[in-house]
T-cell receptor, first 113, second 109 residues
């Protein structure tokens, strides 16, 4: 089992560029979510999904889109990158919302210049 | 709305000293509570969850409903315990985990 795989590990974008952060899990987890981690702010939820075809917004959704066409994949799209989106992004998955806790990916460190 | 408060951004202790990382939650029901740990530049890992009442790496946490707290404790800190610790709460249904802002534990030799 690979667990939760995130790609890329590092990325530098110019302001206004778009990109997709990939997240894949092979544990047949229904629940997936994206968080951003910023110093002093902890982990803030961007979007989450309770199953294929179902997504919902978290605390800080602006500037990000998600879709969930398969159980395995939950990509996060930055539509027009801004310096405020410089952060470390973590994807997480679990069988349900929180019964056994989340399995996290290794993160994507994004810098927007 | 759920809220998880970790009042200390940084906690420094000497090796062998007791550790207590504070966590308070705001939810009127019976939440499930978790502690996650993140070692330097690694992914977050589940440390323990209150429902299992287990001890991991010498850490324990007791849910105090009266004080709405779930403090993480260890009697004797080790240098390898230096990490970022996050408390998290789950209310019910499909609501996602809510995380606190984290406490950085530094164990000084």
């Amino acid at each position: 089992n690979a667990g939760v795989t995130q790609t890329p590990k590092f990325q530098v974008l110019k302001t206004g560029q778009s990109m997709t952060l990939q997240c894949a899990q092979d544990m047949n987890h229904e629940y997936m979510s994206w968080y951003r981690q910023d110093p002093g702010m902890g982990l803030r939820l961007i979007h989450y999904s309770v199953g294929a075809g179902i997504t919902d917004q978290g605390e800080v959704p602006n500037g990000y889109n998600v879709s969930r066409s398969t159980t395995e994949d939950f990509p996060l799209r930055l539509l027009s990158a801004a310096p405020s989106q410089t952060s470390v992004y973590f994807c997480a998955s679990s069988y349900t919302a929180a019964d056994y806790g989340y399995t996290f990916g290794s993160g994507t460190r994004l810098t927007v210049v | 709305a759920q809220r998880v408060t970790q009042p200390e951004k940084l906690l420094s202790v000497f090796k062998g000293a007791p550790v207590e990382l504070k966590c308070n939650y705001s939810y009127s029901g019976s939440p499930e509570l978790f502690w996650y740990v993140q070692y330097s530049r690694q992914r977050l890992q589940l440390l323990l969850r209150h429902i299992s009442r287990e001890s991991i790496k010498g850490f324990t946490a007791d849910l105090n409903k009266g004080e709405t707290s779930f403090h993480l404790k260890k009697p004797f800190a080790q240098e390898e315990d230096s990490a970022m610790y996050y408390c998290a709460s789950w209310a019910s249904g499909n609501t996602p985990l809510v995380f606190g802002k984290g406490t950085r534990l530094s164990v000084i030799a």
